[in-house]
Structure formats: C-alpha cells, structure tokens
C-alpha cells in the first residue's frame, strides 16, 4: 500500500475512534448547559439554543461539600498508596534478586497474592470491611474512609510500580550496595527518583481509580455531610422526576477534577508507560 | 589490607547449564595487585562479582583474611559489608545524580561532614581530571569521563580491596597512562588489595604484580606477567598476554618445519618438541627482517620470507611476512620501510621459540 493511503487510512480510523469517545463528553457539556425546559424537548446532541447555568448553580450548592470530601479523601490515597506501593515493588525486586531460592520462591508467592488482591470485585469485600471499619470506630470518619481505600490501592499501586522498578538496571543496586547503602537508602536516593514517571502514572491511576469508587463510600459513610462525590452524584440519576441538565451539570462537575489531572499530567503517564517499554531509560 | 582466599570455588548458571567458574583455587594476598586475563566470556566478570559478594558461589568456599564471606550456596557477609570498591564493566553511574554526588554517594553512608566529603571528592577528580564536570549528569559526560568518575566512585571511600572489571577501556592512550599511574599510586599510599580485570595485556603490566590466565572458567596458570608472557602454558595463553605469531608446523630432526621456514632446535626456548605435529609461537620482537645475511650468533635464519603486508602502527612499520607460495603468516615491527612483496631474510633470536606439543 502507497505510504499516503496508509497514513490516510490510519488517521480516519484514528478520527472516528475519537468522535465515538467524544459524543457522551460533548452531551454531558452541552445539555449541563441548557435550561430545564430545553433539556425535555430537544435531543441529546443539539445544542443549546440559549446557555443557561441554572443548572450548575443549582447543583454546585450542594456538591460543593461532597466535592472537598472527594479531595481530602483521594489526595492522602494516592500518595500514600503509590509510595507505598512503590516500596512494597522495590521490596518484591530485592527478594527476586535474593540468592536464596527460599526467598526468590516467597517473592513470587507474595506477589501472586498480591496480584490476587487486586482482582477481588469490592462487592464481596463489603461486610467484613465494614465490620472491620465499624470495630475501629472509624465508620463515617475521613480515615475511615482512606484506610479502606488504601487496602485497595497498596496493592495495585505495587502492582503498577513493580512493572517499573523490574526494568530498571541491577547494577545501579549493587553499585550502591557495594557503596555501602541501605536498602531504605537505595530505595529513597536511587530507585525512586528513577521511577518518578512509572510513580506519578501509578498516582494518576490510583487518582482516577478512587475518585470513582463508589461502593466504599456508599457503605462507610452514613451521614450526609460525609459523601464523597462518587455517591452524592448518584443521587441525580434514577428516580422520579430526574432533571437531566442538572444530572448533566452534576456528572461534569464530579469528573472535572479527574479530566483536569488527565489533560495536564497525562503526557508523565504517556512518558511513564513509554519509560517501560525503552528499558527504563525515560528519565 | 585483605587477603582474599577462594577454595575450590564453581558458580554455574542456568542450573548447570552454563559453568562460569569451575573449581577456582587461589589466594590473592594482603596488599597485592592481582590481574586476571581471559577471553570473553571465561569467567572474569563473574569471579569478581562472587568476591564482591553480588553473586554467591555455586559451590566451594571464599574467605576474607580468615573470615568465611560465602560458603556453599550461602552468602556469610553481604556486598555493603565487605568494604570494596569496585568499577563495573558498565559503570552502573547514578543517572539521577550528578558526577558529583556519584562520587559522593559511598562518603554519605558514612559518619563524615559535608565539608570533608566536598574536600574528598575534589581531591580524587583533580586527579582524575574531571572537576570541570562535577556538577554535570552522566549522561551529559563522554565515554572517558565516565569511566574516571566510576574509578573516582570507588577510589574516594578507601576501600580494603578494590576490584576493577575493565576499568580503562575506554580512555584515550594519554588518560590510560594516567588513570594506571593513579590506580598504581592508590593501591601504593593504602596499600590496599587490588584485583583488575582487563583485555589489555598493557593494563597488566603496568598495574599487577602476579597475573591468572582464567580460561573458560578455569586458571590455565597463575604467575608474575613475565613469565607468563615468556613461558605461557599453551598457544592461547601466549597470546592473551601478548601478541604472538601461531605457526602450525611438523616435527623433523633438522627442527620444525613450517612451509619452507626451518625451525632449527637452538631457536627452541626450552621444550623439547615431542609430537609430530606442533605449534610454536613466536613474539614479533624476537623476529628480525634484513635484506643481507645477519652475522651474529643469537639472531638464527629461519627462511626466505615474503612481504605481504606493510602498516604502520606507534611509529613503527607493521610488517607481515610469509615463506614464498604459503598461508602462514608472521608478524613484526621494524623501524625502516619496506616494500610488499620484496623478498627478505628472515631471522629468529635464539631461544626465543615457544613450542607447544598438540
Ligand atoms: N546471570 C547469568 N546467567 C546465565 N549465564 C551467565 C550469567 N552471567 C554470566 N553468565 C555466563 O557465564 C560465563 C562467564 O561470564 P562472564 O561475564 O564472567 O565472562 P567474562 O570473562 O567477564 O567475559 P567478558 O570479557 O566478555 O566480560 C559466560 O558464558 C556467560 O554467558
Ligand atoms: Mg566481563
């Protein structure tokens, strides 16, 4: 095929994922902004004759509260979950380089637990968490709440985080052990910093994960000036009597935060994932 | 300052697989500058990573001074604990800090000011000649340069033992001469046990003191580098230490005969040939080239050889020379041109001819 035709072809096809991807972002953008009589009486993807921010000021009042719970809630996570998650990797990677095969075979097993535990749905989590939060006397409290998220998120983030750390060169671990550095050391001056983009795709990931989880914080929480955002929108869907420009207005207030991580640090995610394929190099 | 004991020493790979070392017996002394020469791939690497405590021997022992530091599969002293510096074939620089904090990186883990750090490792790079890039990224720094900030790495921290894989493979003739001559200096004001690891017979010679030949994970014979470059145990050894002409020759009782060159037995070193077919290895400095006859004693005429080959390398001319309608070629260095295909006398010194039974 002549390079032109093919280049053509690629960018079509490239063209027409992307419309498909945009049409739900461009509904809940443009029928957020049309007035309640508007939103019954015109299709989805026209849009709006007159811009109206009624919705959005009806709205924001009372996200406002579940929005800062979602931020004090989601920031300490995913920090703590990717750091963590990244000492936990650097840990596996000690072990697997250990010259005893007890510990290599440990290293394994772990891992596979751990890679298990990512695996399990929530759902089937939900009562003895609860009962867990409940005995902590940590029900409806912030910690309550990110200590659950962080029996989640560890281990995904040190999932992600190993995929990082394995590529990066064994002899910068031993030049450093042969310096005569500690593991906590190593891990702090030199494997960190060398996985900063694998870390901060890693956080990006856990941020997104656990704006969105919805369960933990349906159960966990039980008054309202406790809701994260995940759950107070889920009151404008389903129902009676649903105005859909505020369900709009609501659903694209709740994922700005996660939209906006992603347009402005999304290329160190992009930078990270490349960071894995060219050997660790993307530093 | 420590003495470094391998007993009955064998690293294999792969389950097996792959034997990198196989039963290694040597003792390395206080305060000595050992060289280990080897072709690639027989096991050098992987000896000095089983000293340094970053792979576990197989099988067999390894001891500091009396102290068992690996035995049997198990690792008795860690790498961080054993006080070594070492250069790695690939460096392993810090990507993340610069020149500077990579030198610095061993001084940190110890108790030690910020100012006496700063003093310590300006000292080493003056030396080494890297202060102007000090503050640059390894990335951002040549080849070269690298390379001596690695050195300055393991020099600054004072080690008892120091391990070298490679260390000056990639400086410029002129560095070379001046990272040896600082190795050389280090290793003399600590009197520290140095172990260096090089292709370059050149390294050798100027840096060890006793020298193993490790082939195919095996020491194919240990000795000061003298003598093993003028009494190698085989042809490889011979020319691992040191250029050689390999002439495959036949035995008769006028002497060895290769093509139309004769051999004659006052040329031998020292063996007496006993096969009928053999190697003999000649050095290019005990061969000789002239256009008239040579009238001294020590100088023995071996055949009418023709020039096939004329280079020039270190200011000499690099001549190739073979007896008239054969493959066998020999090697030597003469300081007057001279033209390829010329006919000329060739001559060998006496005893100077190593003769390798097959
Ligand atoms: N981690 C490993 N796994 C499997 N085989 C290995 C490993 N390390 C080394 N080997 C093998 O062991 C043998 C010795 O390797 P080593 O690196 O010690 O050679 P070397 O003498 O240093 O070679 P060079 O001069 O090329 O550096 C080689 O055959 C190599 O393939
Ligand atoms: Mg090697």
Redesign the interface.
Same mark, same amino acid.
């Given at each position: 095929m002549r390079p032109v035709i093919k280049a053509s072809l690629h960018y079509l096809a490239l063209a027409v994922v992307s419309v498909l991807w945009l049409i739900p972002v461009y509904a809940m953008v443009i029928n957020g902004f049309k007035s309640d009589l508007e939103v019954s009486s015109t299709p989805v993807l026209v849009p709006p004759t007159q811009f109206s921010i009624g919705a959005y000021v009806s709205v924001f009042g009372s996200l406002a509260k579940p929005l800062l719970n979602s931020l004090i809630i989601v920031i300490p996570t995913s920090f703590i979950a990717a750091f963590l998650g990244a000492m936990g990797a650097y840990f596996f990677y000690t072990l697997s380089y250990s010259y005893s095969r007890f510990s290599s075979t440990l290293s394994d097993v772990l891992f596979s637990l751990i890679a298990l535990a990512t695996f399990i749905p929530y759902q089937a989590t939900l009562i003895p968490l609860t009962r867990l939060i409940v005995d902590m006397g940590l029900l409806d409290t912030y910690a309550g709440i990110i200590f659950a998220m962080l029996i989640f998120y560890i281990p995904t983030g040190a999932l992600l985080m190993s995929m990082f750390i394995s590529v990066l060169p064994r002899s910068l671990v031993e030049a450093a052990k042969i310096d005569g550095t500690g593991d906590l050391k190593i891990f702090l001056k030199i494997v960190f910093p060398l996985s900063m983009p694998g870390f901060i795709s890693t956080l990006i990931f856990i941020i997104i994960q656990s704006w969105n989880n919805f369960f933990i914080p349906l159960v966990l929480v039980t008054t309202p000036e406790m809701k994260l955002i995940s759950v107070a929108v889920e009151a404008y869907t389903g129902g009676y009597g649903t105005l859909y420009n505020d369900t709009f207005a609501a659903a694209m207030l709740a994922s700005i935060i996660p939209l906006a991580i992603f347009i402005f640090l999304g290329r160190y995610f992009i930078r990270g994932l490349i960071a894995l394929g060219g050997g660790g190099k993307g530093v | 300052m420590v003495k470094v004991v391998a007993k009955n020493l064998s690293k294999v790979f792969k389950k097996g697989k792959v034997i990198a070392l196989d039963n290694i017996n040597i003792t390395i002394n206080n305060g000595e500058r050992f060289g280990i020469l080897g072709p690639s791939g027989a096991g050098k690497t992987t000896l000095m990573r089983s000293i *340094?405590g970053?792979d576990?021997p197989s099988s067999g022992e390894l001891y500091f001074d009396d102290k068992l530091v690996a035995g049997n %599969? $198990? #690792?008795f002293v @860690? =790498?961080?604990? !054993?006080r070594? %510096?070492?250069v790695?074939q690939?460096w *392993? #620089?810090? =990507? +993340? #800090?610069t020149a500077f904090e990579n030198i610095a990186? @061993?001084l940190t +883990?110890?108790k030690m000011s910020k100012e006496e750090i700063r003093k310590k490792v300006e000292e080493v790079a003056k030396i080494l000649d890297i202060s102007h890039v000090l503050s640059h990224y390894p990335r951002e720094l040549s080849g070269g340069q690298q390379q001596r900030v690695s050195l300055a !790495?393991a020099l600054v $921290?004072q080690p008892s033992l120091l391990l070298l894989d490679e260390p000056f493979s990639n400086l410029d003739a002129r560095m070379r001469d001046s990272a040896r001559a600082l190795v050389r200096e280090v290793q003399n004001e600590l009197g520290i046990t140095l172990i260096i690891v090089s292709h370059d017979p050149a390294d050798i010679f100027a840096i060890a003191e006793r020298v193993g030949v490790l082939v195919k994970g095996k020491f194919a014979q240990i000795g000061n580098p003298d003598e093993i470059y003028n009494d190698p145990v085989s042809v490889e050894v011979a020319s691992l230490i040191g250029e050689i002409n390999e002439l495959e020759g036949k035995l008769s009782n006028e002497g060895v005969i290769v093509s139309s060159f004769k051999f004659p037995p006052d040329t031998y070193r020292k063996d007496n040939p006993a096969s009928e077919k053999i190697m003999i290895g000649v050095r290019p400095e005990n061969v000789k080239l002239s256009k008239e006859v040579i009238n001294d004693d020590s100088w023995i005429f071996v055949g009418k050889g023709k020039i096939k080959v004329v280079g020039y390398q270190g200011g000499l001319f690099r001549i190739t020379v073979s007896p008239p309608d054969s493959e066998e070629e020999i090697v030597t260095y003469t300081d007057h041109r001279t033209n390829i295909g010329e006919e000329i006398l060739v001559y060998v010194k006496k005893h100077s001819v190593m003769v390798f039974n097959q």
């Open positions: - | *340094a970053l576990v %599969g $198990k #690792l @860690p =790498p961080e604990d !054993r070594i %510096g070492m790695f690939t *392993a #620089l810090y =990507p +993340n #800090l990186f @061993p +883990n110890m !790495r $921290k």
